[in-house]
């Protein structure tokens, strides 16, 4: 018959899988922070990101360190304890390089000035066609001129909106001309909403101009009921009687009566 084996010879065994998972914890939790990085820059809705990355690097820790007090003597087993050490050094030294590799790499900020319009229409965005609707120059008033521009990264969306207030009689002039010129217009809301408005709908945008957060993100708010938001063109990258919308581009123009404000618009994703 085969002896059981106990005491030290088992816990031995129990403890050599402590140091891999140690390491194992430690490059899931740093890859889930360096997401988690992205994630808020991007505002993407990853909103269970942050409690799988803690857990993981609370877990990889944990584990490094309960290898470390299992194995007291570094004579019977030094191949483990060094590997529990190393599992809390990658998990350090890991965070370290991600965080290098985003400060290098990360998203570009959102550019607000209203003095950086046309080189961001001539130069910065990548697609003049989306962009033909936009005025040449601006008004020499520029306390009442806005703008946000984000050219996009990785998966989020490129974006360019430009506000302007203008006369009244020149306010139903733009209307009547971007009017005979849309595919679909709407009355106020978000992209969303656009999407499931009748079996012709295309999506639209959100209104970037309104609030932004501490970091200087703008917030994606739905359009003021006053707003005519007129689409221009919109299509899907991949096409197909039922576009999915997963990848695809609008632009237009939103309309305010009542502000007396138009808002140059346009969004690839």
Same mark, same amino acid.
């Given at each position: ?139 020499? +008033? ?82 003021? +009921? ?9 299509? +899907? ?33």
């Amino acid at each position: 018959m085969k002896s059981k084996d106990t005491g030290v010879g088992a816990g031995k065994r129990k403890a050599s899988y402590l140091p891999i998972a140690s390491l194992g914890f430690a490059l899931l939790g740093c890859t889930l922070f360096f997401l988690l990085f992205l994630a808020f820059e991007l505002n993407h809705l990853f909103s269970v990101l942050p409690i799988f990355a803690v857990l993981s690097w609370i877990l990889s820790l944990l584990t490094g360190i309960i290898a470390l007090l299992r194995i007291k003597q570094q004579s019977t087993w030094p191949k483990g304890k060094k590997r529990a050490i190393a599992g809390i050094l990658i998990s350090i030294i890991f965070l370290g390089v991600c965080v290098y590799v985003y400060s290098v790499t990360g998203p570009p900020k959102v550019v607000t000035k209203v003095s950086m319009y046309h080189k961001i229409k001539n130069e910065l965005w990548h697609n003049p066609t989306l962009i033909k609707h936009f005025p040449e120059t601006l008004p020499s +008033d520029s306390n009442n001129t806005h703008l946000s521009f984000f050219p996009g990264f990785l998966q989020g969306a490129a974006w360019f909106q430009l506000k302007l207030c203008v006369p009244e009689e020149e306010i139903n002039v733009l209307l009547a001309e971007f009017d005979s010129k849309k595919k679909v217009a709407y009355g106020g809301g978000g992209t969303w909403d656009h999407k499931r408005r009748g079996d012709n709908a295309l999506p639209a945008t959100s209104y970037l101009l309104g609030r932004s957060k501490d970091n200087g993100w703008p917030e994606f708010l739905d359009w003021p +009921d006053d707003f005519t938001i007129i689409v221009l063109d919109a299509q +899907d990258y991949l096409g197909g009687e039922n576009p999915s919308w997963n990848h695809g581009y609008s632009y237009g123009v939103s309309i305010s009566e009542k502000r007396k404000e138009i808002v140059y618009w346009v969004e690839d994703w």
